[in-house]
């Protein structure tokens, strides 16, 4: 059973920083891409980061560049997403989720989800 666990959300202060896991279980962590997704209220999830583990080609949107850094530990199976200089805009339900490589097509959605994790950003 793919299993995606996040954790490392959290309340924090506009400007500072948070470091996001994503815990990847049930396949073969190699084969597959993982993302970062968010959900603010009442908005439409979107996609802010991901990574092909294979060949650790990294794909970010563009109102995160630069700030927002997304990284694996293959030992570990998991997917870290560094946010610094973190803005209230930026509070949301964070979710990684995994898929098949598709390239940048990786930030439009995928097969597997996790439950999320909730990240607060007080201004």
């Known amino acids: 059973e793919v299993q995606l666990v996040e954790s490392g959300g959290g309340l924090v202060q506009a400007g500072g920083s948070l470091r996001l896991s994503c815990a990847a279980s049930?396949?073969?962590?190699?084969?597959?891409?993982i993302g970062w997704f968010r959900q603010a209220p009442g908005k439409e999830r979107e996609g802010d980061s991901c990574?092909?583990?294979?060949?650790?080609?990294?794909y970010y949107a563009d109102l995160v560049k630069g700030r927002f850094t997304i990284s694996s530990d293959n030992a570990k199976n998991t997917v870290y997403l560094q946010i610094n200089s973190l803005k209230p805009e930026d509070t949301a339900v964070y979710y990684c989720?995994?898929?098949?490589?598709?390239?940048?097509?990786?930030?439009?959605?995928?097969?597997?989800w996790g439950k999320g994790t909730l990240v607060t950003v007080s201004s």
């Open positions: 049930g396949f073969t962590f190699d084969d597959y891409a």
């Open positions: 990574i092909t583990i294979s060949d650790q080609s990294t």
């Open positions: 989720a995994a898929d098949f490589p598709t390239g940048l097509g990786c930030l439009y959605g995928a097969e597997y």
